[in-house]
């Protein structure tokens, strides 16, 4: 059975940073595309970003309000997927959630890890 | 960025009824690249359908995906109370990859 569980989360302040982990099992880590989404309290999915698989360069891409502060990165030696938060913001308050799957959609979702950026 | 707006809002139906759920894009989606999830409180999002009408695995035939070019359609025939759930649509684009719709509050009386 496939699991994703992500840790990491936590409160702090704008303009801090953070990162979050995300271990894998049961499906093949290697293969997948994987994806971090996020949901602001109440609130509906926002994609965060992604990083193909190796086969595919690792190549990443990321959402235009996180570009340039947010980083992901893999681990396939540990089936393990990273972001780095830099220079959080108020309204980057969600719970983060790490998925994998296809190109096309999201087959597998951790629980998700909350992160609150507030003074 | 490709629009997927859902309607309704919010459905309040009974259990035994039928859930007609819309998702609409602003520019034509291929049927490949079009996605159902159901996300209950405090959980995390499952994925349904994918590719606009095949059901995940373990996805009861109660759930079933329908559509093409803008207008896409989950139905869940014969309503149960576990129903009760939030559902997204998501399109796969070119940039950003996944976009999803605002989501259709479903409950069941």
């Known amino acids: 059975e496939a699991q994703l569980v992500e840790s990491g989360g936590g409160l702090v302040k704008p303009g801090g940073s953070l990162r979050l982990a995300c271990a894998a099992s049961?499906?093949?880590?290697?293969?997948?595309?994987m994806s971090w989404v996020r949901q602001a309290p109440g609130k509906g999915l926002e994609w965060v970003g992604r990083i193909k698989d190796k086969a595919d360069s690792a190549t990443t891409d990321y959402a235009a309000p996180v570009k340039g502060r947010f980083t992901i990165s893999r681990d396939d030696s540990i089936n393990t997927l990273y972001l780095q938060i830099n220079s959080l913001r108020t309204e980057d308050t969600a719970v983060y959630y790490c998925t994998a799957g296809s190109a096309y959609h999201l087959k597998y979702w951790g629980q998700g890890t909350l992160v609150t950026v507030s003074s | 960025d490709i629009v997927l707006t859902q309607s309704p809002g919010t459905l309040s139906l009974s259990p035994g009824e039928r859930a007609t759920l819309s998702c609409r894009a602003a520019q034509s989606v291929s049927s490949s690249y079009l996605a159902w999830y159901q996300q209950k409180p405090g959980q995390a999002p499952r994925l349904l359908i994918y590719g606009a009408s095949s059901r995940a695995t373990g996805i009861p035939d109660r759930f079933s995906g329908s559509g093409s070019g803008t207008d896409f359609t989950l139905t869940i025939s014969r309503l149960e109370p576990e129903d009760s759930a939030v559902y997204f649509c998501?399109?796969?684009?070119?940039?950003?990859?996944?976009?999803f719709g605002q989501g259709t509050k479903l409950e069941i009386k």
């Open positions: 998501q399109q796969y684009g070119n940039s950003p990859p996944y976009t």
């Open positions: 049961g499906f093949s880590f290697t293969n997948a595309w």
